[in-house]
T-cell receptor
Framework: ETGVTQTPRHLVMGMTNKKSLKCEQH?????MYWYKQSAKKPLELMFV???????ENNSVPSRFSPECPNSSHLFLHLHTLQPEDSALYLC???????????????FGAGTRLSVL | GQQLNQSPQSMFIQEGEDVSMNCTSS?????WLWYKQDPGEGPVLLIA?????ELTSNGRLTAQFGITRKDSFLNISASIPSDVGIYFC????????????????FGAGTILRVKS
């Protein structure tokens, strides 16, 4: 148990569906992240929220829409996805303020997404 | 953007053998992290390194922060079947003498398979 919980663990959706991924952290952190993990590739950073403000958006298509209502919760809203969006989506959290431990990100177990 | 060169890409070793893997970058890092990811789970932190030359152990795992600040090594002694998984290095890049926000750079991973 890493203190970061992601739901659902598995999701199958059609290209016209709308779904949302949820992430919740119980570590008292104030920065949260969405990553995409595809086979044999490095983790791809999608979005970063620090102190509830989006501070990074790595050229992610608009069919992915993040939401961070508070420092403990992060959502990824999905709309009209493509088959190539099938991947493991990982959420992570960390401290936002400078400090030796602030660089450590703690990950959830991920949501395995399949787009048909 | 910056990527880490992690090697080897995969390893298939005999139980009881020692394992070594490494990560290199073209720029200076001020933090090196090593994570392990089991199938169907998210990455879990193994070791964090903060100073050039630092050598840190966690059970049978030992990691070192290279003195050039551009590389790191992870060694596993006396491997056992539960060591199987994907090992990722990650680091926090230093640009123009400043930490680069909250962003971590990840390697593509080393897949470890152990023969029992």
């Amino acid at each position: 148990e890493t203190g970061v919980t992601q739901t659902p663990r598995h999701l199958v959706m059609g290209m016209t569906n709308k779904k949302s991924l949820k992430c919740e952290q119980h570590l008292g952190h104030n920065a949260m992240y969405w990553y995409k993990q595809s086979a044999k590739k490095p983790l791809e950073l999608m979005f970063v929220y620090s102190l509830e403000e989006r501070v990074e958006n790595n050229s992610v298509p608009s069919r992915f829409s993040p939401e961070c209502p508070n420092s403990s919760h992060l959502f990824l809203h999905l709309h009209t996805l493509q088959p190539e969006d099938s991947a493991l989506y990982l959420c992570a959290s960390s401290q936002a303020l400078p400090g030796q431990g602030s660089n450590i990100q703690y990950f959830g177990a991920g949501t395995r997404l399949s787009v048909l | 953007g910056q990527q880490l060169n992690q090697s080897p890409q995969s390893m298939f070793i005999q139980e009881g053998e020692d394992v070594s893997m490494n990560c290199t970058s073209s720029s200076i890092f001020n933090t090196w992290l090593w994570y392990k990811q089991d199938p169907g789970e998210g990455p879990v932190l193994l070791i964090a390194l903060y100073k050039a030359g630092e050598l840190t152990s966690n059970g049978r795992l030992t990691a070192q922060f290279g003195i050039t600040r551009k590389d790191s090594f992870l060694n596993i002694s006396a491997s056992i079947p539960s060591d199987v998984g994907i090992y990722f290095c990650a680091g926090k890049e230093v640009l123009l003498g400043l930490e680069y926000g909250n962003k971590l750079v990840f390697g593509a991973g080393t897949i470890l398979r152990v023969k029992s």
